[in-house]
């Protein structure tokens, strides 16, 4: 599903930020990906999603690799990976249900069948009765439900959170955790980049450790491994 060989990514300013990697990642895993600021966490998430191509070595996913495929089917690849980030990043003018729907990949869909889809992606996340608030009318946790739905509304098979909880409370962080795990048991892989020691070592789950643009860890039913 996805799959890096090799991998190095420098920056057009020289920087490297990551320095050979190599790894497998299996349909419906869920992996935290953890290690310091500036290890190359974002790097990594962003190779997969293609916003960023590798400098050397190959990225595959789904067995396309991502630096020879075409410019005209990059669209289809992304269909097939929804991201979420530790800001939200809601359109403010735009309701909940219009955040969701403007999302929506539509293909000659009539009013009803988006209507459906948005509504029903949205009570997987518990909001079908904040439809018509707008962002900034939620509460924190809420709108990071509305940016899940948002990136779950065409059904991806990856699912890619950059710090989904690092601008919320303990409380409202579980509320996510368990959403994103509900999504899992569903057949969607997810990714998690986090900072949360406390998440990573109560729901135990496969942990990659970045350092320098290197995998140093690999574990399933790993634990966070860094000392405050
Ligand atoms: P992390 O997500 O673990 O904090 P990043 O992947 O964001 O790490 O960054 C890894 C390194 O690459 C850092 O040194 C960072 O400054 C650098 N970097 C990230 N994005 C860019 C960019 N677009 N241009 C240049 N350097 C970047
Ligand atoms: P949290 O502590 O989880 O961040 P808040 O105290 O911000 O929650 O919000 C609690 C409830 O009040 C939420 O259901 C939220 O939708 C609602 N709420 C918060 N701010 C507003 C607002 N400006 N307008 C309407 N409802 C709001």
Do not use: C
């Not at 966490?41 to 991502?66: A, C, H, M, Q, W």
């Amino acid at each position: 599903m996805i799959q890096m060989q090799g991998v190095y990514k420098t920056y057009r300013n020289g920087v490297t930020a990551l320095n050979g990697l190599d790894v497998q990642i299996d349909q419906g895993e869920f992996v935290y990906v953890v290690g310091p600021s500036g290890a190359g966490k974002s790097t990594f998430t962003k190779l997969i999603y293609r916003e960023e191509k590798p400098t050397n070595g190959t990225v595959f996913i789904n067995d396309i690799n991502t630096s020879t495929m075409k410019q005209r089917r990059i669209p289809m690849l992304r269909r097939q990976i929804g991201v979420v980030y530790q800001d939200f990043r809601l359109l403010p003018t735009l309701t909940v249900y219009e955040n969701v729907a403007f999302a929506l990949e539509v293909i000659e869909e009539d009013t009803a069948n988006i209507r459906r889809r948005v509504m029903d992606v949205l009570d997987q996340v518990h909001l079908k009765n904040k439809a018509r608030f707008l962002p900034d009318e939620l509460s924190g946790g809420e709108q990071q439900r509305v940016s899940i739905a948002r990136a779950m509304v065409n059904h991806p098979k990856i699912l890619i959170a950059d710090e989904p909880t690092g601008n919320l409370d303990p409380d409202t962080s579980w509320e996510i955790m368990h959403i994103l795990e509900e999504i899992n048991t569903g057949g969607t892989t997810v990714l998690m980049a986090t900072h949360s020691r406390e998440i990573v070592n109560t729901i135990r789950k496969r942990v990659i450790a970045i350092e320098d643009g290197m995998i140093v860890r690999d574990q399933a039913q790993g634990d966070y491994g860094y000392e405050m």
